[in-house]
């Protein structure tokens, strides 16, 4: 598990009120007494939380301003577990982004969230992160994840320690081994403390968020050099010269309403593609989210479950990174998070790898 040091500066990004105490309440308690210096990002104010708030305020319409109301609830139930946590409310910041709107952010290519993370690490230096995963199934964690990422390699802070956890776990298999701190009961009793801070959270789900204080919490190194091999795993990724060869399998459920996210940044432009699961083999217009306008066209396939998709990428030679995701329809969770497709300078030395991951393999 990685430690700390009073040199090191910690940077959390908490996607909403109350990730801060259900992944990292117990690492933070050893910050705070620790003394070591501590910023705790908070993504949005958890203002979209409709059937909660119906509940806790007795009311059915809610409009803007009962929004913002209720999001001011949360982010003061936010300092009031930190401070259970024995922490200083100061080390809060919150970016008042909208809640369950930061996919949407992202493949918009809104500028204010590339620029704000990097913003963030340029002016904090961080030397250690700690951020959601992105296999997280709640679109926000996962999103956040992405857009975080992005803002690392852009900021080239490959020296920051970045560690990732996980808060709703996702229907696929996880194919990284988590690496577990082991609480104390008191510290377990300090982190069930902050939970319940979180008062508008636990009125209808006592049980849910409490099982969070247990005597471990787990955490992901983020992008780790190897991934477990799992050959049984039917699904790839090959970059050639020109184009990106992806193979997905894909259930009958997920054929219907769904989509492949495409996010990654070339030299010269952000780029953000979207391309409709089709229903038979052919070619489907992939579309730039950014613009609003179509694009060429990818070569689709079908064999049984397996999707096999050949995108050209004319106007992206090079990038450091490629995120996707299959966006299925869901009432609220994804069904798992993105997949990251290592980028490479020289394509023609790539090496395929086989790996258990939530949709596609990753490029090393």
Known sequence: MFSFSKSDKVLIIAPHPDDESLATGGVLQRIFAQKIPVRIVFATNGENNAWVQRYWDRIWRIGPDEQTQWGRRRRQEALNAICSLGGNPDC????????????????????????????????????????????????????????????????????????????????????????????????????????????????????????????????????????????????????????LSLHFEISLRERFRSEILFAFRSESAEHRWSLPVPLRSGNVQIRDTIRDRGLHEAVVQWNGRNLFIGVPLPCAPDFDALYAKISSWTLFFDRSGWSRLAGSASREKSVIRRAKMPGLATLL
Request: with cysteine.
């Open 92 to 243: 809060a910041s919150f970016l008042h982004l909208p809640d369950l709107g930061i996919t949407d952010l992202l493949m918009r290519g809104t500028r204010d969230l590339s620029i704000l993370f990097t913003e963030e690490i340029q002016e904090y230096e961080p030397t250690l992160a700690i951020i959601p995963t992105i296999f997280d199934a709640h679109p926000d964690h996962s999103a956040l994840s992405v857009a975080f990422s992005m803002a690392l390699e852009s900021a080239g802070s490959s020296s920051i320690q970045t560690w990732e956890y996980l808060v709703h776990k996702p229907q696929v298999p996880i194919p990284r081994k988590p690496v577990k701190l082991l609480l104390t009961a008191e510290e377990v009793k300090c982190k069930r403390r902050a939970i319940l801070c979180h008062e508008t959270q636990v009125a209808l789900s006592r049980r849910r968020f409490t099982s969070f204080a247990k005597v471990e919490e787990a955490f992901y190194r983020h992008r780790p050099g190897d991934l477990e091999v799992d050959a049984s795993t039917r699904a790839t990724a090959r970059l050639h010269e020109g184009g």
